[in-house]
């Protein structure tokens, strides 16, 4: 009786192992439904909160499968499944990851693929689960039959013993009494026993029917994520098809996974069940020259699978297309978590008219500095003609004012006593007028000389330039409070003398125009105005009206009378005919009884900037 007790119990450990085994194997499949479900909503959602609960069914799978694998070490059937089982759950959590990578990294819904994999990689789980749980149901009904045969078994030889016990009462009563109270107590544990087994199966029918009731709930679940997903899958369809920019995917191996309307329409041609490398030859594409094919792996969505950023234009000629179009297309790699690249996606926009209009300006641009050199050439032998017209004209001048001012002084000093005071006056009046007229010849004749004089270019310090100015000016100075304010000036490369030239007439006319005041205040300085530097003279002198600023520097053209200020009108048009050799540019700011300040810059030659210009102009064409 006492071996059948044991045997029953033994089984009945048995049975209990089954039912363990069971309910490792449906929590691992209830695990893994819960991480599908969990990255399946991140995937079509978006939202985090599906994370944590997918990331700790992971774990708690891992967990299960360990145990699992504990459990039927005893079985080699068992634990060959349960060996595929770890497999396929690995490779269901591979997919789930995929997806959950591509979410987190384009932020829209992975591609469809992806969900089909999963569903296929579950129905392998739900398989293996099934083989496992059909044969540990199996064993458990094997299991429970030895045990209940274990039941009858100890019934029958307890009933015996009871008979043999009387027997053996009669011949020997205390061990028979012993025997019988051994049996009791067997008796009593085996019925706890089984009252426990019995208990546990309830429990676990119970169990098995809340995971079936879970399960259904779970699929209802899916159904719904999986009809969300294809209503989001269409609204993303749509997104792509109005996107007027060209957008394609491809994947690691080169096979075409996105291919929106634009694209399309750009190319002229659709995604073709081809590797990329094949592909090309459906689509010729070339380098911005035309002519020069791009090899098939530097094509940008090449590269860009190779994990290589690429920005560029691109021409491509489809002999579908009436005329080849020009591309500016931005490639971008597809990593997943590790950051390694599993494929690429470009983005292009059809720029043909922008090039068309790039083409023409560049056409313009080359007529425009043609007929720039041309007027150029037109404007420096209609200059030079000017200036060799005006020089001789100043030249030929110079006889007859000779003449008229010796023969006027003559008159005056052997005739004027006799002369009437009336004709006294008129002879001074022509001795003055061909005196200033001199002076207008002598000024013409210098303006003719910067025309015709060749820049000699030299390193030079503005400060010695100016002082030596101001001491030529020290005779017009004397009797009069001048204070004098010289900054720091750069050092140029100019003509000196040209550049004294400068200083002398500007320093001069400041001289001049303060003579009102009782303290006169010119100033020389630099200043930077917008990054360039910029060389100024001021004075607190008489001003001008700003209103006739244009006039200023015109030739004869004088914004004060005669009376008031002496002067030619041709100082400031000699300034800015210096300046503009140098490649400056002058101006003035000035108002009426309050100062004026000239302003002026200065750079290359006349031909340097010319020639300048013109380079710039063909570098923007």
Not at 94 to 123: C, H, I, N, W, Y
């Amino acid at each position: 009786s006492g071996r059948s007790a044991g045997k029953a119990a033994e089984e009945a450990d048995w049975v209990a192992h089954s039912d363990t085994v069971v309910a490792t194997i449906e929590a691992t499949l209830k695990d893994a439904v819960d991480m599908e479900t969990r990255w399946r909503g991140f995937a079509v959602t978006g939202e985090e909160t599906f994370l944590d609960p997918y990331l700790t069914r992971q774990t708690a799978m891992r967990q299960d499968l360990d145990r699992l694998g504990q459990l039927v070490a005893d079985n080699p059937a068992q634990q060959q499944r349960s060996r595929r089982l770890e497999q396929q759950i690995d490779a269901c959590i591979e997919v789930s990851r995929r997806a959950v990578a591509e979410r987190q990294e384009t932020g829209a819904v992975p591609a469809k693929t992806l969900f089909v994999e999963g569903t296929r990689r579950m129905d392998e789980v739900r398989a293996t689960v099934a083989e496992m749980q059909s044969g540990e149901s199996k064993l458990f009904d094997q299991r429970s039959a030895r045990t209940q045969e274990a039941r009858r078994s100890t019934k029958v030889i307890t009933f015996a013993s009871t008979l043999m016990g009387v027997v053996l009462l009669l011949l020997a009563g205390f061990p028979i009494d012993r025997e019988i109270n051994n049996s009791t107590r067997m008796r009593g544990q085996l019925r706890a026993l089984n009252a426990d087994l019995e208990k546990r199966v309830e429990q676990r029918t119970a169990a098995l029917q809340a995971e079936v009731t879970e399960r259904k709930h779970a699929e209802e679940e899916l159904g719904r994520s999986e009809k969300a997903l294809r209503e989001q899958t269409r609204l993303l369809q749509l997104v792509l098809d109005s996107i007027g920019d060209g957008l394609v995917a491809a994947n690691k191996e080169g096979q075409f996974l996105l291919w929106n309307q634009a694209a399309t329409k750009i190319l002229g041609i659709g995604p073709k069940n081809l590797a990329l490398a094949e592909w090309s030859r459906y689509c010729a594409t070339y380098l911005p020259d035309q002519i020069t094919p791009y090899p098939p792996d530097q094509v940008p969505l090449a590269r860009a699978i190779r994990g290589e950023t690429v920005d560029e234009e691109m021409f491509v000629r489809n002999p579908e297309l009436k005329a080849g179009v020009w591309l500016e297309i931005a490639a971008r790699p597809l990593k997943d978590e590790s950051g390694i690249p599993q494929g690429g996606v470009a983005a292009f926009r059809d720029i043909t008219v922008r090039k068309q209009a790039e083409q023409q300006i560049r056409q313009i641009n080359d007529e425009l500095e043609q007929r720039v050199q041309q007027r150029t050439a037109e404007l420096e032998a209609a200059n030079k003609e000017l200036e060799a017209f005006t020089y001789s004209v100043s030249h030929d001048l110079r006889a007859p004012l000779r003449h008229i001012c010796g023969f006027s002084k003559i008159l005056t000093e052997e005739y004027g006593s006799g002369l009437a005071p009336e004709a006294q006056h008129h002879l001074q009046r022509i001795h003055e007028g061909t005196r200033r007229m001199g002076m207008l010849v002598d000024d013409l004749l210098n303006l003719g000389r910067i025309g015709r004089h060749e820049l000699c270019l030299q390193v030079a310090g503005l400060n010695s330039v100016v002082n030596e100015a101001i001491a030529e000016l020290k005779a017009d100075c004397e009797g009069r409070q001048v204070q004098w304010k010289i900054g720091s000036l750069p050092f140029v490369e100019g003509d000196p003398g040209l550049m004294k030239q400068v200083f002398q007439n500007l320093l001069s006319n400041a001289v001049k125009f303060t003579r009102p005041r009782s303290q006169a205040i010119i100033e020389v300085g630099q200043e930077n105005q917008e990054g360039v530097a910029v060389v100024f003279v001021r004075d607190n002198g008489v001003g001008f009206n700003m209103k006739y600023a244009d006039r200023l520097f015109g030739v004869f053209q004088r914004l004060h009378r005669p009376e008031d200020f002496e002067g030619t009108g041709v100082g400031l048009a000699i300034v800015q005919r210096i300046i503009q050799r140098h490649g400056g540019r002058i101006w003035a700011e000035a108002e009426l009884d309050k100062g004026a300040t000239f302003y002026f810059t200065l750079g290359t030659s006349e031909k340097t900037q010319i020639n300048t210009e013109a380079a710039m102009a063909g570098d923007a064409a």
